[in-house]
């Protein structure tokens, strides 16, 4: 990854922009987009409610998106960036998907897969494995989630 600090938060400011797009339709917001040499080639926030299908995750969309614009499967040389840890499914795509790197946002305690509850990243026993870092605008990605879930408990 050879992005300096202020494009890593100008990139995660994007993701943090289609967090709000999730928010738009009560979604869990959760944004994400991929950057192959410095441009943004994938964008994606959570869409479950929206689409009515269960792996609609900003980085599945983020990914389908890139798959589109790169015309390629593998989205190699790509930088992922996403607003919250990747959970399971989205981190199992990743590998699958060949991106290199990711840059996450906040930690998801309860269903995080790179770091948090388990690391299928960086697991030496897969065939792929990802770059990751974290805490990129840690507090405004973690903010939007708690107010998310702040209100819909008030709900």
């Not at 983020?62 to 992922?80: G, K, Q, V, Y």
């Not at 699958?96 to 897969?113: D, E, M, S, W």
């Not at 990751?132 to 879930?149: H, K, P, R, S, Y």
């Amino acid at each position: 990854m050879d992005y300096t600090l202020e494009e890593k938060e100008a990139f995660m400011r994007e993701a943090l922009k289609e967090a709000e797009l999730a928010l738009e339709h009560d979604e869990i917001p959760i944004g994400c987009v991929i950057v192959k040499d410095g441009k943004i080639v994938g964008r994606g926030h959570n869409a479950r409610e929206e689409l009515q299908r269960a792996v609609m995750h900003a980085e599945i969309m983020a990914i389908e998106n890139a798959n589109l614009s790169e015309e390629s499967w593998r989205l190699l040389d790509c930088t992922l960036f996403v607003t919250i840890e990747p959970c399971v499914m989205c981190s199992g795509a990743i590998g699958l998907a060949r991106i290199p790197n990711v840059v996450y946002g906040a930690k998801n305690q309860k269903f995080g897969a790179a770091g948090s509850l388990y690391d299928i990243l960086t697991d030496e026993r897969l065939n792929h494995r990802v770059n990751v870092e974290t805490g990129v605008l840690e507090n405004e990605c973690a903010e939007i989630m708690q107010d998310f879930f702040r209100n819909r408990r008030k709900k």
